[in-house]
């Protein structure tokens, strides 16, 4: 269908096909209101490297009190978003309410830890010592060298490859025709995201513009793909969205069946210092995970978005200190190594709200390590704010903010803008 | 057309694609004879993830003389294999006569590579001690902390994938009809190998059967299907082939321009007692290896043959130990982890040569850590079998010297076997 038309219509487009973009797609869908997702490869960017845990407590950290305050709000809608996505009939999302279990190598990394349960208590937070003894009753094959463990029981997890495809299905099928969803996989409409640009129209965001003359009209346009969203054409002059990537490699294995589980609980380490997590699957595999890096290792060309190289010694790094707090790491089956780049921000909050004075554009970018956990949020936050409502709480998360107040308006759209704002 | 017919005929079969199969029947071919080359996955069992060096020197192992002889005869044989695959219009087989340089990390390292080089020295092999001074200024990025390095002129490389690509390509195009390659890639002709049985004629082994019925009538049938060999059905009644897997995890991994080339060497080391070697590709990437495990980590059925899991701990052990070799090997581009599991001797030296008393029948598998450098020979040695000579200084390597001698004749063949000898 959408081959023969030129335009789309729709209430809301919703740029990114990521965990942030499904979550807030289906959101808009829930209101009542028609969407169109447009990505060319949706769930493979950072989402397709991301362990799911919803990490609220352990991942606090220090001078992040406003970010603090959204995690912990999304970790809040997190039961109620599974449990209807669940309703609405939704394939299995994997979210699971495993605990978390923080273990420190050596004294140093207890004294971390213990420094941040403080502040986590002064949160309100619940952080409980284990001692060694106790938390290898829990998991048999901790090592019994760690410095110390705290049980965290309000971290749990999502599969986020799983929930990206639940989504995708929920929203194919939750009112037939109301959604389209433009991508090379289900309408043979491959995008060209760099190429697209935000459409205008009297002052206002009007949808955007896509490869080949296409475009999708719609009432409220969302930009939710990642590190990509600086790179989309039309966007208001002197918005700076400052995002670069910050890479991570995650692995995942299988547990042979004589050590299965590894582990019931998400195990989040601290290593000489330096962080790891093992999260147990429900089919008896762990994703390890947790390095950054902010170099890519690409052999080749160097891109801002499309690097996937894995890092050699991030890998090795990741299984050196899964091995310290876990030792039958070493007597798993290595499934696969992957890299992505998240969107990082230089206060490592997201990029989260509308643009003053430009009506018809909402930016929800810049999630970084938290994607995941922050979606729902992201999603509430997003609907009432076309609802015409804005919750203060998140003013801090605005996504001019590091931008000149002195330049309104907005570039001139270039040649690929096929409705060129009057201006 | 083969699937029109229920029955093929060649000079030769050989059962198996990999390097070995694949050498020997391009030898066949040369020779003048027809070719079946009969492989449902050709070139993915162990010389999928071997490393391709053609290693007589730094490979020699204690008490494993007659072994050498056979190294050595056929890395002599390795330079004009090559160019004759040149000039018969090969594509690139990654052919190249990189040194080798066998590193210690330690001082039990370089104790342990002193006494090898007696015992090399002592069957007149070339090993050159140099200064760590002067291996670093051979090998730039090599660690200052290594103990020793040794030179090893002659041990030089291949690329096994290559290899098996312009050796396939060549037996398609060397006489039109001629050769009949029977798989699931060029033919649509599935083989399911396992379900295979030798046939059997007044006596003699006349080819083999293949699933649906289909059989390989030939003058000739060589079993050059590594661990698969021992499932083969017919198999002359008291023919012992006692292979066991051994597993092997390998890594490739793209080189980052400012580093390149990483080595100009093949870097063979020791640390702390634990093998590893890094073999520089021309395309600039790496491939590291060395590890051995005779026990599998797949999480899912065990099984002898289709074992392709991927050990953590083996994984951890390469990068860790190729670091200390070369420290920027953590700078690196992880492209590959792959395993493969190796079909090994109770005595290391390869199963090899007639089955006395069966005409029609040679066995080629057994090749352990060597089955790549071997080729040449076993394709020598197997065509001059074929020719009616036996060379007597390979004795040693006897298929039936693990077989009890009291027990002649062959197994009543099984329903698959269609063509069932009368007995």
Redesign the interface.
């Known amino acids: 269908m959408l081959h023969a038309e030129k335009t789309l219509r729709a209430d809301v487009a919703v740029i990114g096909g990521g965990v942030i973009g499904h979550c807030i797609a289906w959101e808009a869908r829930r209101s009542g209101r028609s969407v169109a997702l447009i990505d060319d490869a949706p769930g493979q960017g950072a989402s397709w490297a991301a362990a799911g845990m919803l990490a609220a407590v352990s991942e606090l950290h220090y001078q992040e009190e406003d970010l603090l305050e959204l995690m912990l709000e999304s970790s809040g809608l997190w039961p109620a978003f599974a449990a209807d996505l669940a309703r609405a009939g939704a394939a299995d999302t994997g979210y699971l309410t495993t605990p978390t279990l923080a273990v420190g190598a050596d004294a140093a990394d207890r004294r971390a830890l213990m420094d941040l349960r403080a502040v986590q208590q002064a949160h309100g937070l619940q952080v409980e010592p284990l001692t060694v003894r106790g938390a290898r009753l829990k998991e048999g094959l901790l090592s019994p060298a760690i410095s110390c463990a705290l049980e965290i029981a309000a971290d749990h997890q999502v599969d986020p490859r799983k929930l990206v495809v639940s989504l995708r299905e929920l929203l194919a099928t939750h009112g037939p025709g109301a959604v389209t969803a433009v991508d090379g996989a289900t309408g043979g409409f491959a995008v060209d995201e760099r190429a697209g640009s935000l459409l205008w129209e009297n002052g206002r965001v009007a949808g955007v513009g896509l490869g080949h003359g296409r475009t999708v009209q719609a009432t409220e346009t969302i930009v939710a793909n990642g590190l990509q969203a600086p790179t989309l054409g039309g966007l208001p002059a002197g918005l700076h969205l400052p995002l670069r990537p910050v890479y991570g490699d995650i692995?995942r294995?299988?547990?042979?069946?004589h050590l299965r589980p590894l582990v019931t609980s998400t195990v989040r380490g601290l290593v000489r210092g330096v962080p790891v997590y093992i999260v147990p699957r429900q089919d008896?595999?762990v994703v390890i995970g947790a390095t950054q890096r902010e170099d890519t290792?690409?052999?080749?060309e160097e891109s801002l978005t499309a690097d996937t190289?894995?890092?050699?010694?991030g890998?090795?790094q990741l299984?050196?200190d899964a091995?310290v707090l876990v030792p039958a790491?070493?007597?798993?089956?290595?499934?696969e190594?992957t890299a992505r780049a998240r969107p990082a921000t230089p206060d490592n909050a997201p990029l989260l709200g509308r643009v003053p004075e430009i009506p018809g554009l909402i930016i929800a970018t810049g999630f970084f390590r938290h994607g995941v956990l922050l979606a729902p949020a992201a999603a509430v936050i997003c609907r009432e704010l076309m609802d015409g409502r804005e919750d203060r709480r998140w003013a801090a998360m605005s996504p001019s903010r590091f931008s000149r107040p002195e330049t309104p308006g907005h570039d001139v759209p270039d040649a690929i803008d096929h409705q060129k704002e009057p201006a």
Chains 1, 2 share one sequence.
């Open positions: 692995l294995l299988a547990v042979p069946r008896g595999s290792v690409s052999a080749s190289a894995v890092s050699a010694g890998v090795y299984l050196r091995q790491v070493s007597e798993l089956e290595l499934l190594c």
